[in-house]
C-alpha cells in the first residue's frame, strides 16, 4: 500500500472518522491491510483489526505474522476468535497453531467447532514438512455420475468457502479418487453430458506422507495449479494450491541457503530472530569448521622444515587453497542445485564424475598456464617454485571439482540433505588435500 494511502488511514483513525476508515479500507487488498495494521503500534492494532468488516476480517488475519496473530487473539472475545477459526482455511488455522504458545493453542481450540476441532487435530498428526501438513480439506469433489449441470449446482452451494474451484475432483462413494475435471471443462460442454465422460482418470497425486520436496517437483513438472492427496487408502483428503507451494519453495530455498552457508536453519525472520539464537545457530557450525581446520595445520607442520627453506612456496599456498576452495565450491553448487530441481539423481554419479573431470582437466591446464606465466614474471629466479605450483594447482583443481561433484550426492544417498556439504565443508576438505599435494610435489621436485 502507498504511503499516502497509510497516511490518509491513519488521518482517517484520528479524526475518528470510522465511517470513512471502514469504506475506505475495506476495497484495499487484505495482504495490503495486513501490511497497515503491521505498522501501526501495537496498542492499536486490535482495535482497528476489530473495525475490518467481518467478510474480509478473517482473510486479514491469515496475512498478519504470527506475533500479530497471538496480539489479537490474546486481546479478543471468545465469540471473535470462534468466528476467526472457523472462517480461516484449515492449513491456515493449522500453520498459525504450530507456531502459537501453548496457552494460546488451547484458547483457540477451545472455541472452535467440534468438527473443525477434529480436522485441525487430524492436520497436526501429519509428519512435519510433508504433504499432509500443507494440504487443505477445502476442496470441491464430484460424483462421476453427475451432469454438468448438477456439478454447477454443487459448485454454487458449497464453492463459496473452498480454496478453490477452478480444478474439481472426482470421488468415489468411499471417497476414493476417480478424477479430474476443470471449470472450463464444464463451461464448455453440454449441461447434460456426464462427469464420467469429461474427467481426466490419468492422475497425478501426492500422499500424506510424501516429502514436500517431491510435490514441489511434481508441481514444476506438470505445471499445477493444484494437486489432490490421498491417503495410504487412496482416499482424498486434500489439496494443495499453488500459493502454498510457492510458500514452501521459498522456505526451502531459504533453509538450502542457510545449510549452504553453514547456518542452523531457523523458521523466523532474520529481523524478528533474537541475537542469542543467530549466534546458537552460527556458532555450532564454526566450531565444527574450527576444529577441522586443525588437521590443515597438522599438515603445515608436518612440511615445516619445506616451507622454512623455500619461503616462497607459503607466499604462494593462499592462492592454491583459494582456488581449490572455489572451484570445489562451484562444483558442489551445481550438483546441489541441480539434485534440487531433479536435474540430477544419484544414480548419475558417475556421469557427474566423468563430466566435472573433463571440466576440470581444462580449468586446471588453463590456471596452472596463467599461474606459472605469473610466478615467472613475479619471482624471474623461480622456475622450479613455479612448476610446483602449478602442477600443484592443476591436481587440486582436478581433486577439489571431484570432490566437489562427489560429497553432496555422496549425503543425498545417506538421506541427508546435500546443502550441509557446500562451500564451508567443501572448502575445508579442499583445503587439507591441496596443502598435502603442494608440500608433496615440492618436496618431492625441490629436493627438501
Not at 31 to 47: N, Q, S, V
Not at 106 to 134: C, H, W
Not at 328 to 349: C, F, K, L, W
Amino acid at each position: 500500500m502507498e504511503e499516502k494511502v497509510y497516511a490518509d488511514l491513519i488521518e482517517k483513525l484520528k479524526q475518528k472518522d470510522i465511517r470513512g476508515f471502514i469504506q475506505e479500507i475495506k476495497d484495499k487488498n487484505e495482504m495490503d491491510i495486513a501490511e497497515f495494521l503491521t505498522e501501526l503500534p501495537d496498542d492499536k492494532i486490535t482495535i482497528v483489526f476489530r473495525m475490518l468488516p467481518k467478510e474480509i476480517a478473517a482473510e486479514v488475519f491469515a496475512c498478519l505474522d504470527i506475533e500479530k496473530q497471538e496480539k489479537i487473539i490474546t486481546s479478543i472475545t471468545d465469540k471473535e476468535i470462534e468466528y476467526i477459526i472457523e472462517e480461516l482455511y484449515v492449513d491456515d488455522a493449522v500453520d498459525m497453531l504450530e507456531e502459537l504458545p501453548a496457552n494460546v493453542v488451547k484458547k483457540v481450540m477451545r472455541n472452535a467447532k467440534s468438527d473443525t476441532r477434529k480436522l485441525i487435530n487430524q492436520f497436526l498428526t501429519y509428519p512435519e514438512n510433508s504433504a499432509g501438513s500443507i494440504m487443505t480439506a477445502e476442496f470441491v469433489d464430484l460424483k462421476k455420475n453427475m451432469t454438468v449441470r448438477e456439478s454447477f449446482e454443487r459448485i454454487r452451494k458449497i464453492g463459496e468457502d473452498k480454496e478453490t474451484i477452478y480444478t474439481c475432483y472426482v470421488t468415489a462413494a468411499d471417497r476414493k479418487l476417480e478424477g479430474v475435471v476443470t471449470v472450463k471443462e464444464l463451461l464448455l460442454s453440454p449441461y447434460e453430458t456426464v462427469i464420467e465422460q469429461l474427467m481426466d482418470k490419468n492422475l497425478i497425486f501426492a500422499h500424506t506422507t510424501d516429502d514436500q520436496e517431491d510435490v514441489i517437483e511434481l508441481f514444476s513438472k506438470y505445471d499445477l495449479l493444484s494437486i489432490p492427496v490421498v491417503d495410504k487408502e487412496d482416499r482424498l483428503v486434500g489439496i494443495i494450491t499453488v500459493d502454498d507451494i510457492m510458500d514452501v519453495m521459498e522456505q526451502e530455498a531459504t533453509e538450502d541457503f542457510e545449510k549452504m552457508a553453514a547456518i542452523t536453519p531457523s523458521e523466523k525472520p532474520y529481523l524478528k530472530t533474537g541475537v542469542f539464537t543467530l549466534a546458537k545457530n552460527r556458532v555450532i557450525w564454526l566450531m565444527l569448521l574450527m576444529i577441522s581446520a586443525t588437521f590443515t595445520g597438522d599438515i603445515l607442520m608436518r612440511f615445516e622444515e619445506a616451507f622454512s627453506v623455500v619461503p616462497l612456496l607459503v607466499a604462494l599456498m593462499p592462492m592454491l587453497t583459494d582456488t581449490g576452495g572455489n572451484a570445489g565450491s562451484q562444483s558442489s553448487t551445481m550438483i546441489i542445485r541441480g539434485m534440487a530441481v531433479g536435474d540430477i539423481e544419484i544414480r548419475d554419479i558417475f556421469k557427474v564424475v566423468w563430466k566435472e573431470l573433463r571440466v576440470s582437466l581444462i580449468v586446471g591446464f588453463i590456471l596452472a598456464i596463467v599461474n606459472f606465466l605469473r610466478v615467472i614474471i613475479m619471482y624471474p629466479e623461480s622456475t622450479a617454485v613455479a612448476f610446483v605450483v602449478s602442477i600443484s594447482l592443476f591436481a587440486t583443481v582436478i581433486l577439489a571439482k571431484t570432490i566437489g561433484c562427489t560429497l553432496p550426492m555422496l549425503t543425498k544417498a545417506c538421506r541427508l540433505d546435500p546443502a550441509i556439504m557446500a562451500s564451508p565443508i567443501i572448502t575445508t576438505v579442499v583445503d587439507a588435500c591441496a596443502l598435502t599435494i603442494y608440500f608433496s610435489i615440492a618436496v618431492a621436485v625441490l629436493h627438501l
